[in-house]
């Protein structure tokens, strides 16, 4: 389950209710959809996509994606840096940024025009949708893995518009990990 961490606020919240309050008053949609039985998340992009079939066709209805993928990134993706520059300037969408966690982990962050930044920490599990036009950024946590299913409204994928203020420089990629939940209690920390 996620973590939403607000720096200037010296807050984090690991409440499941309340990250989805907070998430749906900034309208970014948090999801759980289940792991266990399904499928191996380790299996072929595939076998992955049918399985979370009904649950794709239900977001392809409700946002208008055209076409679902799995992103697979390790620590020896070629060219992992350059790859991860796409991802970790401040930019926007022009459509929904819609992503399923199968394994790894990362942080988007949102810059939203009139509130403090935040973090959003994903793990296996979770499913978030940001919405277009939001000001973030994504940044892996420490073991640079992640694999995900991604929905697209445009077959060529999504396009950044990079924003020129350099929020984004400000911020490191806070990672707490699953361990952190037997401590959290949803306060200020």
Same mark, same amino acid.
């Given at each position: 389950?996620a973590?939403?961490?607000? %720096? +200037? ?5 690991s409440?499941?209710? $309340? !990250? ?6 900034? /309208? ?8 266990e039985d ?5 299996a %072929? +992009?595939?076998d992955i996509?049918?399985?979370?079939k009904? $649950? !794709? ?6 946002? /208008? ?8 990134v390790?620590?020896?993706t070629?060219?992992?840096? +350059?790859?991860?520059?796409k991802f ?20 988007f962050?949102?810059?939203p025009v009139?509130?403090p ?8 599990g ?18 640079r ?25 400000g ?19």
């Amino acid at each position: 389950m996620a973590i939403v961490t607000i %720096p +200037a606020a010296s807050r984090r919240i690991s409440d499941a209710g $309340e !990250i989805k309050a907070f998430l749906a008053d900034h /309208g970014i949609n948090y999801e759980t959809w289940p792991l266990e039985d399904r499928v191996d998340p380790a299996a %072929p +992009a595939d076998d992955i996509l049918a399985a979370y079939k009904p $649950e !794709i066709d239900i977001l392809k209805e409700q946002g /208008g994606f055209v076409t679902a993928d799995v992103i697979d990134v390790y620590p020896d993706t070629p060219n992992l840096d +350059a790859m991860l520059d796409k991802f970790n300037k401040e930019h926007t969408h022009t459509e929904d940024e819609v992503r399923f966690i199968l394994q790894g982990s990362g942080v988007f962050h949102i810059n939203p025009v009139d509130r403090p930044v935040f973090g959003i920490e994903v793990w296996a599990g979770d499913l978030i949708s940001v919405p277009l036009g939001t000001r973030h950024w994504f940044d892996l946590c420490k073991e640079r893995r992640i694999r995900a299913i991604r929905l697209f409204q445009d077959t060529s994928g999504w396009t950044p518009h990079y924003l020129d203020d350099g929020v984004h420089a400000g911020y490191e990629p806070l990672c707490l990990g699953p361990a952190y939940l037997g401590d959290a209690d949803g306060a200020a920390s």
